[in-house]
């Protein structure tokens, strides 16, 4: 092969594990951000799905 196409095949092996940790980065932060909104919402519906059953026992 010709030392440029080896130099720039190197080049690209060195950049792969960068783009695929970014990538990979990226997606997990998503991924956190998903579940923490997911155990929000269910929080507070289990709060308030609590709060209207003690009301209407109260009664």
């Given amino acids: 092969m010709h030392p ?3 130099r720039r095949l190197a080049q690209q092996l060195r950049r792969t594990p960068c783009r695929v940790a970014r990538w990979t980065a990226a997606r997990r ?21 609590l709060l209207v059953y003690w009301l209407q026992h109260q009664r």
Wanted: glycine share 20%; net charge positive.
């Fill in 4 to 6: 440029i196409r080896l």
């Fill in 29 to 49: 932060r998503a991924a956190l951000g998903l579940v923490l909104r997911g155990t929000c919402y269910g929080t507070g519906t289990g709060l308030m799905s």
